[in-house]
């Protein structure tokens, strides 16, 4: 089997994109850390033919949906980002702006832009993993990113 | 839809400290290592938490070792050089002709039988000497089996901390060494003149 620190390094930022996606940057880093935890325990029993990248996006789903049931009264970030205290994202990122509008794309749009253009998972894995089926996760997509290329087109200095 | 960024380095390797300290609690880090910078090269370390279980030259190659190591240990490793601190002070006092022997828990995990019954032989050879493959096979009860003395200095997982680099030929000429004669010279010289 790989070592696992190599599975970290190879999957780390795909799985921390994954939950910054669909959480707060602080929860987000809280969910990765229980995803590749749990993944430690689970993973010399894992499959030598397991899709790794599946399997961890999948954990990832599952701890994502814990923190966001541990905070069901501010479920998802979304709209206004307060001044200098965004959650969203990290104070270096540049392209700070664009999670905001990923974080205001309806749930399941946001879920399969993540899985799909993120993860590069297909469509038929992310439909396994939002649940619906393959064409639905399609559209939810592409309607997503052309959501999301509106919405870009509005901000200073975005271009679609 | 192309320019999301890739999350800094920073923030993962912050994220990789948290996950070794969260899987050293739940007792899920099997093997830890680190690697460090000698006069003979990049060695790498690891360690269960019985002991010191591998150090390998970089001429091994690290990630094939670690390989290895995932087969034969568990898969379950991650880079953690503080679990590795003690012994990497310790080797550079070594190259720095400051200390004659190591003292850190050793994990035979990866030796058995008469390898095995040879690495604890070659423990107790005193820094700065010799002893012949023959005296070696004689020494652990087996005096016919010099080639298997060989053998077990030449697959030791532990050179440099279990000194095989102090078996040479009965005519005093080298031998083999894993990491290149040359190192194997480089070690005896540093050790004859400290």
């Known amino acids: 089997m790989t070592p696992f620190e190599l599975i970290v390094r190879e999957h780390g930022p795909t799985v921390l994109r994954v939950c910054r996606a669909v959480l707060t940057a602080h929860d987000a880093k809280d969910a990765w850390s ?11 029993r894992l499959g030598a033919d397991a899709n790794i990248e599946a399997w961890l996006v999948t954990i990832a789903k599952r701890k994502a949906i814990d923190v966001i049931r541990t905070r069901a009264r501010t479920p998802v970030p979304v709209g206004d980002v307060p001044d200098g205290a965004s959650e969203l994202g990290i104070p270096d990122d540049e392209r700070g702006e664009v999670w905001a509008l990923i974080g205001a794309l309806p749930d399941k ?10 993860v590069g998972l297909p469509h038929s894995e992310v439909a396994a993993i939002v649940g619906g089926t393959t064409d639905a996760a399609r559209r939810a997509a592409a309607d997503g990113v052309a959501a999301l290329r509106r919405a870009y087109a509005t901000i200073p200095g975005g271009t679609a | 839809m192309t320019n999301i960024e890739a999350p800094n380095t920073a923030d993962l390797d912050r994220l990789h400290d948290r996950l070794v300290h969260a899987a050293d609690e739940a007792g899920l880090l099997d093997l830890a290592y680190r690697t460090v910078d000698t006069p003979i090269g990049r060695l790498l370390l690891a360690a269960t938490d019985r002991g010191v279980v591998r150090v390998a030259f970089e001429t091994e190659g690290h990630d094939r070792v670690l390989g290895d190591l995932a087969a034969r240990v568990s898969p379950r490793i991650l880079n953690t050089p503080k679990r590795l601190d003690t012994l990497a002070r310790e080797l550079d006092e070594y190259f720095a002709g400051q200390r004659l022997g ?5 994990d035979f995990a990866l030796s058995r039988g008469f390898r095995r019954d040879v690495l604890g032989h070659l423990a107790v050879i005193p820094y700065g000497t010799t002893e012949s493959y023959a005296q070696v096979a004689v020494a652990t009860g087996n005096p016919r089996a010099v080639r298997a003395v060989g053998t077990a200095c030449a697959t030791n997982p532990l050179p440099i901390v279990i000194p095989c680099h102090r078996v040479v030929r009965t005519d005093g000429s080298l031998g083999g060494y894993l990491g290149g004669l040359h190192v194997k010279r480089t070690l005896l010289d540093l050790e004859a003149a400290a």
């Open chain 1, 34 to 44: 229980e995803t590749f935890l749990s993944a430690l325990q689970a993973y010399p």
């Open chain 1, 109 to 118: 749009q946001r879920k399969c832009v993540a899985y799909h253009y993120l």
């Open chain 2, 102 to 106: 190591f003292d850190v828990p050793i």
